[in-house]
Every structure is written in C-alpha cells, then in structure tokens.
C-alpha cells in the first residue's frame, strides 16, 4: 500500500508551523510591551523602585501610554496624600502635648490645600495637556511635605517623616514623568 502525502497536505502542515509561533507572539507578547514602558519611564525617574512598584500596583498601567501613566502616579500621590491628611488628623485627636499638636496641626494646614484643591487641580491640568501646570502643582506636595517635616525640630521627634518622605519620593517621581512629556 502507498503511503504517500498529498502537496496540498504538505502545505498546509507548513503554514500552520509556521503559523502557530506568530499566533503565540500576538497571544502570548515575548516582549511585554507595557512592562517595558512602565520600565523605561521609571528608569528616567529619581526613585525608580517606587515608581515601579507604584505603577505596577495600578492595573491600568499596563495599557497605559506615558502621559496615562503620569496620571496613574498623580491619583497614586493624591491618594497617598489624603491618606496622610487622614493620618494626621488621627494623631491630633490623640496627642497628648500641646507642642506636638501645634505642629501637626500646622502640617494638617499645610496638607488640605494640596489635597482640596492643589492636587486635583494639577491631575485636571494634567489631563487637558496643560504639563507645566500640573508639574507645578504636583511638586507642591513635595513642598509641603518637607516644610511639615521641618517643623519638627528640637526636642519634638516628627512622626510623620516616614509618610512625609513617602508623599516627596513619590511627588518627585510623578515631576519626573510629567518632565518626560514635556521634552516630548
């Protein structure tokens, strides 16, 4: 009995193997695109490790183009900002020295302006291409955060300095991004 393959066979076989690794490619990316983005806009960053962390944590960065990831880590600095706001206020409520309340108090007044108004307006900004703007309004939160930590000085020991630095790495590293889409 002949055994034999048909050329039609034979060329069809060749088209499916050849077929099966770019179907996988489109599938399954060797080259996680959105990784590299994430990656190579953090690598242009003051603080990559916070930067990567930070956008790898928010779903949305992985279809995101470098002005959505701007944005992602402007509402990752908001949030982080409120949370440090909320903090503050806690530890008003529970201080038992004068001294210590005045200065959180003061940090109190120095942190609602940015998360009211100064913060959502630069994320705003930030959307309608407005870059300069929302750069000015994102480092403003790095400001305040470091005139908070310097008011505590002498013999009160700031129990904020690590949220503090927190809200300054990560305003730094949405600057840093916002100052990539300016160059660009």
Known sequence: MKNSISPTSIFLMLLLLLHVPLIQCSIFPLDDESGNLIEHTCKKTSH???CLSSLQSNPQSATADVKGLAQIMADILLANVTDT???IEGLIKQSPE?????SLTYCAEL???VVKYTLP???DALSKGHYRFANYGIS???KEADTCEK????SIQSPLTDWNNLVDGL???AVDIVNILLKG
């Open 48 to 50: 990559y490790d916070l």
């Open 98 to 102: 004068p001294e210590l309340e005045r």
């Open 151 to 154: 008011k505590f000085s002498g």
């Open 85 to 87: 706001l909320n903090y």
């Open 140 to 142: 403003d939160a790095a």
């Open 121 to 123: 307006q630069a994320i």
């Open 171 to 173: 305003s730094d590293v």
């Open 111 to 113: 942190y609602i302006p």
